[in-house]
């Protein structure tokens, strides 16, 4: 309704403010009964959603915003104050929600804490309840371990310490699954009841990759949270690299995702993490900083044609990360050192 109003303003050049899509609101509501039904500030989060969608457009050449269908849309936030407060837990397993009343639910951990923010939202044929509360952290162990991490396409992840981690593809491992399922789809009758469900068994073959992704992730993450004090990644260019024809194995392989969990992850427990430039990591020796396309005569050998200096390739690189990361410690030390002599003088 709003995007309408957004579209038609669009076209005829009239700049139109989250403020008017909000007074329009009011009225919608009084007339319709649907959107009566949902609390107002999820419909408030919802326009909000839109003018974000409107300044991507504008600012960075995304698509132009397009409409959701009610059947589509899928997601209620709730927002403010008293939508939160009216979020009461009645049992293990229900919850009353403002203007939906009592829901049931699997619940998958206890909530502690002070409820903070709410969202209900739909996968393909079940509801979520997600429900965000506010806790405090139990801080990790101070540590002094420190480790670089070579990221790659063999192996998911090599560590400085020596440890290899193995790329779990699990897009690979549903791909069989995938094609007996599109098969079935082509075969039946296009928007029949039959095909509603084949679509529904393709969408849950991915979202189970994408579970257990995240779950790989979040686990591999937290491990080297735990063991290590300092951290050094490379820095990803995604853009070069989705490029260079291998974007199905980085979509699997999470890459991004996981720097985005070890960077949180970091700031919350307190550990030193950094992204360092990766060029000619593979190239130079560990030992003798000798750089040349010849120490690496193949994907997983290193010799270095100066010193003699041997080790496994990936290891070699991710020896030079976590020493990358340190000039740059030293670096930033150093800069605010300096600041602070500045101040004091
Ligand atoms: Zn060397």
Same mark, same amino acid.
């Given at each position: 309704m709003s995007?309408?109003l957004?579209?038609?303003a669009?076209?005829k050049?009239?700049?139109?403010?989250?403020y008017?899509?909000?007074?329009?609101?009011v009225?919608?509501?009084?007339?319709?009964?649907?959107?009566?039904?949902v609390?107002?500030?999820?419909?408030?989060l919802?326009i909000q959603?839109?003018g974000?969608a409107y300044k991507a457009?504008?600012?960075s050449g995304r698509?132009? $915003?397009?409409f959701?269908?009610?059947?589509?849309s899928?997601?209620i936030?709730?927002?403010?104050?008293k939508s939160?407060?009216?979020i009461?837990?009645?049992?293990?397993?229900s919850f009353?929600l403002?203007?939906? /009343?009592?829901?049931r639910v699997?619940?998958? #951990?206890?909530?502690?804490?002070?409820?903070t923010?709410?969202?209900?939202?739909k996968?393909?044929d079940?509801?979520?309840?997600h429900?965000?509360?506010?806790?405090?952290?139990k801080?990790?162990?101070t540590?002094d371990?420190?480790?670089?991490?070579?990221v790659g396409?063999?192996?998911?992840?090599?560590?400085?310490n020596g440890?290899?981690?193995?790329?779990?593809k699990?897009h690979e491992?549903s791909l069989?699954?995938?094609?007996?399922?599109?098969r079935?789809?082509?075969r039946a009758?296009?928007? /029949?009841? !039959?095909w509603?469900k084949?679509?529904?068994v393709i969408?849950k073959?991915?979202?189970?990759t994408?579970?257990? #992704?995240s779950?790989?992730?979040h686990?591999?993450?937290?491990?080297?949270i735990q063991?290590?004090?300092?951290?050094s990644?490379?820095?990803?260019?995604i853009k070069g690299?989705v490029r260079?024809?291998?974007?199905?194995q980085i979509y699997?392989? /999470?890459?991004y995702?996981?720097r #985005?969990?070890?960077?949180?992850?970091?700031?919350l427990y307190? #550990?030193?993490?950094?992204?360092?430039? $990766?060029?000619y990591?593979?190239?130079?020796c560990?030992s003798?900083g000798h750089?040349?396309?010849?120490?690496?005569p193949?994907?997983?050998?290193?010799?270095c044609v100066?010193?003699?200096?041997?080790?496994h390739?990936?290891? !070699?690189a991710?020896?030079n990360?976590?020493?990358r990361g340190?000039?740059?410690?030293?670096?930033?030390?150093?800069?605010s050192?300096?600041l602070a002599k500045e101040l004091v003088?």
């Amino acid at each position: 309704m709003s995007l309408d109003l957004k579209i038609q303003a669009y076209q005829k050049n009239i700049p139109l403010s989250f403020y008017d899509l909000e007074k329009q609101l009011v009225g919608l509501r009084a007339e319709i009964d649907w959107i009566a039904d949902v609390p107002a500030n999820s419909l408030i989060l919802i326009i909000q959603r839109l003018g974000q969608a409107y300044k991507a457009f504008y600012n960075s050449g995304r698509g132009y $915003p397009k409409f959701q269908s009610k059947k589509k849309s899928s997601c209620i936030p709730f927002r403010g104050k008293k939508s939160i407060n009216d979020i009461r837990q009645i049992s293990e397993t229900s919850f009353i929600l403002p203007k939906i /009343g009592v829901v049931r639910v699997f619940k998958d #951990r206890p909530i502690c804490g002070q409820i903070t923010n709410a969202t209900i939202t739909k996968e393909i044929d079940k509801y979520y309840l997600h429900i965000y509360c506010e806790t405090e952290l139990k801080p990790l162990k101070t540590c002094d371990n420190q480790v670089g991490i070579d990221v790659g396409l063999a192996n998911f992840a090599v560590c400085s310490n020596g440890d290899f981690i193995d790329h779990p593809k699990f897009h690979e491992g549903s791909l069989q699954k995938l094609r007996i399922a599109q098969r079935k789809l082509s075969r039946a009758k296009k928007r /029949g009841k !039959n095909w509603y469900k084949q679509v529904a068994v393709i969408q849950k073959i991915y979202q189970k990759t994408r579970r257990q #992704r995240s779950d790989f992730l979040h686990k591999v993450s937290c491990d080297l949270i735990q063991t290590n004090g300092f951290i050094s990644v490379e820095k990803l260019n995604i853009k070069g690299l989705v490029r260079s024809n291998l974007s199905t194995q980085i979509y699997d392989s /999470g890459w991004y995702d996981f720097r #985005r969990m070890l960077k949180y992850k970091s700031e919350l427990y307190g #550990r030193t993490y950094f992204e360092v430039d $990766p060029r000619y990591s593979s190239q130079e020796c560990n030992s003798c900083g000798h750089r040349a396309a010849e120490n690496r005569p193949s994907q997983s050998i290193f010799r270095c044609v100066n010193c003699g200096h041997s080790d496994h390739a990936d290891l !070699n690189a991710s020896k030079n990360l976590l020493r990358r990361g340190h000039r740059l410690l030293a670096q930033s030390t150093d800069s605010s050192q300096r600041l602070a002599k500045e101040l004091v003088a």
